[in-house]
């Protein structure tokens, strides 16, 4: 055989002359990295269906059991969705949402050996659960049954919980940098949990040692005028809801700041338009640096454009402590 030949038979065949034992360790390597394939998705759906593909259920295969019947759409205020289905067993409500939101409606948790009353203790290991996930920046994802859709989405049997890593672009870092050299104070509005948005928050360089961290029911407990007056300390809001979006607009403007906003629309822009007036400027989208931010334009990041040419336009150069 010519070297050429030889050449080509090897590309062709890469366990060409090894031993057995070589053989053995090379096809351990390949499955090994079969194994590590790193899957890059978009959105919670998406997630939720390549996490299942890779324990073996597809979308499709489930489709030629069960039928479904029903929807009730995901809100922000609701902060989970379920699914009425048909199939073997009789009718079934299926819903993802908030782990805090979802647990509050179960009654039973799902076991080896069936569905048993959910204790005291069973919820104090999932609210441990979520919060050291959170802590991991993941993003946790509650699932949870009923085998009675006619009480919609109470009395549910918790399932389990899924954690999904979203991190932010490459770019939303140097972008928050150049905010703050212009000026401007980046401030992180979310619906995730307070653990996982304060992660992501210092990761990008939004939140800095010392800042503050409010919550939705933190939030509920603050009147508009100490709201207002702690405003500037914070730089992460979590657990929010449409309304809480509002206020905290309100809040920097009674501070005497000049607020722009942008968002993916899935917690209530149509709630900002009253707040944010005429101020431009952008901050990167949702779908972009995972979290909003408080200094945002109602119609999103221009792509391809410089940050301080996009940055809100202060009169009189009134610039807030960034």
Known sequence: MSASREKKSRQSDPTQGLTQKERKELQEQQAAKRKAVVYTVIGVIVAVLVAAAKAGVTKEALLQ???VTGENPFDAARKRMSVTVS???GARLLCKGAPDMLLARCTHIATPAGPRLLAPRDRADINAACARMAGEALRVLGFAESSTPAAGEEKLCFLGLMGMLDPPRPEVR?????CR???IKPVMITGDYKETALAIARDVGIARAGDGVLSGTELDALSDSELAARCMRVSVYAR?????K?????????AGQVVAMTGDGVIGQCHLAPAAGRCTGCMPPKDTAK????FKAPSGFPHG???PAWCPRLESNQRPNA
């Open 174 to 178: 140097p972008a928050v940098q150049r």
């Open 305 to 307: 454009q410089p940050y």
């Open 240 to 244: 929010v809801s449409p309304a809480h």
């Open 246 to 254: 509002l206020r905290i607009v309100r809040a920097y403007k009674a």
């Open 181 to 183: 050299e212009a000026g």
């Open 87 to 89: 199939g073997p067993g």
């Open 65 to 67: 059991q069960y039928t």
């Open 291 to 294: 979290p909003e931010a408080a």
